[in-house]
């Protein structure tokens, strides 16, 4: 399993989608990070892969080199531009969704360190897209020690739609994903291209789905 608990959210960017062009944002800044965040940061980035064991892994139809996702965050971790991959990455995304279901979001990229996995440590790349913002109350002290309330509008940790997490292992990325829309085509294999890794959990995984779609089909 993941352990996150020694992980580093260590840099953090956000673009703006839209399938209005006008209202896209590209961002040359990165966030600037407190340590007193850290905490926080984890829960929003990182917690919802925690208890994901379903590995994938870049592919291609003729060869994992041309899939531009997975060349953009493997030239990430082998040290290039953060920022500038982070807007390649963007614009990746922005050109495979063509879709008018697909959604306006902010597109988060960030880079993790010390994410344990077994017994070693390893860095990641995040890409995160979220699509929703809620409303919330902050309550502030004036200068004369009196509650005020202010309405903000943000994310909730528990509501990212789109995430995944590239975990670099010995031989190969690792890949977790969460996808909680309707289209994983767009997620997975548009943007990502990925697919399932041969491992044990994934083929009881997949054991299972084939025995319950043959019982749902014997009840029908």
Known sequence: ?????????????????SSDATKCIVNNVEMNLQDENQEILKEFFLKPFANKKNEYMFSHHIDVKYNVAYQIILDMFQGADFVRSSVDLYKHLQAISTSPTIKDGDIFVVKVEDVLIGNTYYEGIGVVKIETKKE??????????????????GFPANKIDKACLVIFAEYTPKVFIVDNSKDTKFWKDDFLGILPCDNSYNNSHSIIEVFTDFICNLRE
């Open 136 to 153: 919330f109350i902050e309550t502030t002290i004036n200068s004369q020690g009196e509650f005020q309330i202010n309405i903000k509008r």
């Open 1 to 17: 399993n993941m352990n996150i608990k020694e992980a580093l959210i260590d840099r953090v960017i956000c673009h703006h989608f």
